[in-house]
């Protein structure tokens, strides 16, 4: 049943019952009954506000690409539309958190500054990007981010650089009730042709170990300190094991794939079953690095009905 919200909550941008299949990047999931989309930050600002006065929960969403929902969802979800700007000032280069990631780390190297080679495979947003400080090979976002900006659960504006305990290994303290609006990036002026080669064999590495050509979420698990959650589930023997069209990928362990008409249920089903299989044979309990969704539960750490 739908709950009236209030007057200036609707007066931000908002669609009705978009499938989330067509915001995240495995394709399934439900109906977002109510999707805010504020084209400025005053408008984000506006959303926090008025569901903080109102006690209302509300989820952020970014590019999708690391999100499982289970069913439809009531709650209002906030998916900044900024306009895409890029701002660069010497070496340091700011811009929205609705911005496409790739395209960032694009710009950047088209831009011959060095940094953010990392960040070239890796999809969805920035915002969501540097709200799990996201990273490959070797480097992540907390290498570069000199200053961000973003709302507090009461919808207050900060600005600030990163301290320590902000950010660590696929998480920052913005992951409870913040949303990140900018942030920037200080770079290193480099040699074009050399950023570029770099940016290809990193590309040239993901296209080999992963299944980049089939709807996926990325690493489904976090790496155990020391360890290799893909290794971890590979030497358990679980490539290729289904559930309907969800699949563990048999190019790369820790990814699951939608073979094409997968369902939300089936991913979190085989999330959970990859998970106790793990626990079973090598003893290492797996935290999930994929968020999953319910109406009545926002986590990482999940139970089926
Ligand atoms: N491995 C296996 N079997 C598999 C997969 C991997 O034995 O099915 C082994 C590899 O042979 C390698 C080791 O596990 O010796 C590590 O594998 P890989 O180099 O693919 O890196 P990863 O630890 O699985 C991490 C990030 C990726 C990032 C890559 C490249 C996490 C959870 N994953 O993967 O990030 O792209 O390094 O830097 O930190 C993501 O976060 O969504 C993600 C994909």
């Given at each position: 049943m739908s709950r009236r919200l209030p007057d200036d909550l609707l007066k931000v941008p908002h669609r009705r019952d978009v499938s989330f299949a067509r915001l995240t990047t495995l394709g399934v999931g439900g109906l977002c009954h109510w999707l805010f989309e504020p084209t400025t930050e005053g408008e984000a600002q506006s959303f926090v506000r008025a569901c903080s006065r109102e006690g209302l929960p509300w989820r952020v969403l970014g590019g999708g690409s690391n999100l499982v929902v289970l069913g439809d969802l009531e709650t209002p979800v906030l998916r900044l539309a900024l306009p895409k700007v890029v701002y660069r000032e010497g070496n340091r280069f700011t811009a929205p958190a609705s911005h496409g990631h790739i395209a960032l780390a694009e710009a950047a190297a088209a831009a011959g500054l060095s940094g953010l080679e990392f960040a070239s495979g890796i999809p969805g947003t920035l915002g969501g990007a540097i709200r799990m400080n996201a990273g490959a090979y070797g480097r992540e976002w907390i290498?570069?981010?000199?200053?961000?900006?973003?709302?507090?659960?009461?919808?207050?504006?900060?600005?600030?650089?990163?301290?320590?305990?902000?950010?660590?290994?696929?998480?920052?303290?913005?992951?409870?009730?913040?949303?990140?609006?900018?942030?920037?990036?200080?770079?290193?002026?480099?040699d074009p042709a050399r950023i570029q080669a770099q940016v290809a064999e990193y590309r040239e590495k993901r296209g080999t170990s992963q299944p980049l050509s089939k709807r996926n979420a990325g690493c489904i698990f976090k790496n155990p300190p020391g360890q290799s959650a893909g290794r971890l589930i590979d030497q358990a023997g679980l490539k290729g094991l289904r559930i309907g069209d969800a699949e563990v990928s048999p190019e790369h362990a820790n990814f699951l794939v939608n073979r094409g008409k997968a369902t939300a249920s089936e991913f979190a089903e085989l999330m959970e079953r990859v998970r106790l299989k793990v626990l079973e044979i090598h003893g290492v309990a797996l935290v999930p690095e994929v968020e999953i969704w319910h109406e009545s539960f926002q986590s990482s750490v999940f139970s089926l009905q």
């Open positions: 290498d570069v981010l000199v200053r961000f900006r973003f709302l507090t659960p009461e919808g207050d504006l900060v600005e600030k650089a990163p301290e320590p305990g902000e950010f660590s290994y696929r998480w920052s303290f913005l992951t409870t009730g913040r949303v990140i609006l900018a942030a920037t990036a200080d770079l290193v002026p480099g």
